[in-house]
């Protein structure tokens, strides 16, 4: 099974300041045949369901603010919100695709105002 | 609009069964791979299980193999979860979700519903 590690597990970041959250996955889940890189960010605001932010490891999905931004491939990947605001406050979520089942995810990192 | 509405928790007795229903509306149902995932109280995302569009394909994590199980009925626009012999483990909310469109079991998951808490105890 492919084990993804999320850094750090919790971040604090002040208002309109950068919030870069990593994942890291125990074996490559980009595809030499396609030039995919088959990981997903999920937002996670207390009390919602997850939401799908970003799929393919760069693709924001239609109506995220593009604040968010994600990139990395093979092993190493990032999100990273450019100006944090209230309504980012939330738990974020990585997952790998490119080996199912099992599709894994990461621990999580808890985003806050500091 | 694509809606996911997950029904069928709740309070449940160690070794009783249940079944979840997820409806869908919005899409056409059975040109999508579909999917369980779950979080207990407190803690991370958890897949369960997936299905193919047309439900010829499954598949089950380890933790649930044998116990749990996913099916579908396109004729209804809707995904279940057969859950037998649960356990105190097994509490959590339950979601259904939408895989994307590239048609594939290898796909992120674009749409979720609001999920159903299921919880297992005596």
């Known amino acids: 099974d492919i084990v993804m590690t999320q850094s750090p597990d919790s971040l604090a970041v002040s208002l309109g300041e950068r919030a870069t959250i990593n994942c890291k996955s125990s074996?490559?889940?980009?595809?030499?045949?396609?030039?995919?890189?088959?990981l997903a960010w999920y937002q996670q605001k207390p009390g919602q369901h997850p939401k799908l932010l970003i799929s393919?490891?760069?693709t924001r999905e239609s109506g995220v603010p593009d604040r968010f931004s994600g990139s990395g491939s093979g092993t190493d990947f990032t999100l990273t919100i450019s100006s944090l605001q209230a309504e980012d406050v939330a738990v974020y979520y990585c997952?790998?695709?490119?080996?199912?089942?099992?599709?894994?995810f990461g621990q999580g990192t808890k985003v806050e105002i500091k | 609009e694509v809606q996911l509405l997950e029904s069928g928790g709740g309070f449940i007795q160690p070794g009783e069964s249940q079944r979840l229903s997820c409806a869908a509306s919005?899409?056409?149902?059975?040109?999508?791979?579909m999917s369980w995932v779950r979080q207990a109280p407190g803690k991370g995302l958890e897949w369960v299980s997936d299905?193919?569009?047309?439900?010829?394909?499954?598949y089950h994590a380890d933790s649930v193999k044998g116990r749990l199980t996913i099916s579908r009925d396109n004729s209804k626009d809707t995904l279940y979860l057969q859950m037998n012999s649960l356990r105190a483990d097994d509490t959590a909310v339950y979601y259904c979700?939408?895989?994307?469109?590239?048609?594939?079991?290898?796909?992120?998951?674009?749409?979720w519903g609001q999920g159903t808490m299921v919880t297992v105890s005596s």
């Open positions: 979700a939408k895989m994307g469109g590239s048609g594939s079991l290898n796909d992120a998951f674009d749409v």
């Open positions: 919005g899409f056409t149902f059975s040109s999508y791979a």
């Open positions: 299905i193919s569009g047309s439900g010829g394909t499954t």
């Open positions: 074996q490559s889940v980009s595809s030499s045949s396609n030039h995919k890189n088959y």
């Open positions: 393919w490891a760069s």
């Open positions: 997952q790998q695709y490119y080996t199912t089942p099992p599709r894994t």
